[in-house]
T-cell receptor, first 113, second 109 residues
Framework: EAGVAQSPRYKIIEKRQSVAFWCNPISGHATLYWYQQILGQGPKLLIQFQNNGVVDDSQLPKDRFSAERLKGVDSTLKIQPAKLEDSAVYLC???????????FGPGTRLTVL | DAKTTQPTSMDCAEGRAANLPCNHSTISGNEYVYWYRQIHSQGPQYIIHGLKNNETNEMASLIITEDRKSSTLILPHATLRDTAVYYCIVLLAFNKFYFGSGTKLNVKP
């Protein structure tokens, strides 16, 4: 079974630039999550999708972050414009249903200069 | 906000059992306890989860106290590859996973 795929693995941008991350969850997984993990901290949930609908985006900085999951499969997370404090690893996870564990992708490491 | 408390770091000798504690004193009756670990530069990896009873799988055992206010993850024979950050997570309402800072387990030869 293929795991959660994310791209790119690494991204370096300058502040005020835009960036987008892509996630392909495990086939058939209805729930998809995006997390932000700052160095030395645990992952922080940004947004949760159930199929193509948003379940929770209370921790998403909506003035600069946006996410979508068209057709309930792949998802993209965008930051526009980026700030220095957005430097982090962005993790995508998926879950077959709300009774099972989450499966995480390898993450995208973002560096904002 | 995380609702678990874990030690910042622990050491364990290779081949010995690693016992990682977690306090979750505010857990409610229908909340599960999950354990994940994160090896350097990788995404978190699921280990085990439980509600009330002790659980065991091929990776670890989970011991939950009778009052459910704390739990212990046991790696029976730690190896160097078990060096990682271990997260104890309480599954809250609407299925939010809150990760704290975790415990950095150092397995030493």
């Amino acid at each position: 079974e293929a795991g959660v795929a994310q791209s790119p693995r690494y991204k370096i941008i300058e502040k005020r630039q835009s960036v987008a991350f892509w996630c392909n969850p495990i086939s058939g997984h209805a729930t998809l999550y995006w997390y932000q993990q700052i160095l030395g901290q645990g992952p922080k949930l940004l947004i949760q999708f159930q199929n193509n609908g948003v379940v929770d985006d209370s921790q998403l900085p909506k003035d600069r972050f946006s996410a979508e999951r068209l057709k309930g499969v792949d998802s993209t997370l965008k930051i526009q414009p980026a700030k220095l404090e957005d430097s982090a690893v962005y993790l995508c996870a998926s879950r077959p249903n709300l009774l099972n564990e989450q499966f995480f992708g390898p993450g995208t490491r973002l560096t904002v200069l | 906000d995380a609702k678990t408390t874990q030690p910042t770091s622990m050491d364990c000798a290779e081949g010995r059992a690693a016992n990682l504690p977690c306090n979750h004193s505010t857990i409610s009756g229908n909340e599960y306890v999950y354990w994940y670990r994160q090896i350097h530069s990788q995404g978190p990896q699921y280990i085990i989860h439980g509600l009330k009873n002790n659980e065991t799988n091929e990776m670890a055992s989970l011991i939950i106290t009778e009052d459910r206010k704390s739990s212990t993850l046991i790696l029976p024979h730690a190896t160097l590859r078990d060096t990682a950050v271990y997260y104890c997570i309480v599954l809250l309402a609407f299925n939010k996973f809150y990760f704290g800072s975790g415990t950095k387990l150092n397995v030493k030869p």
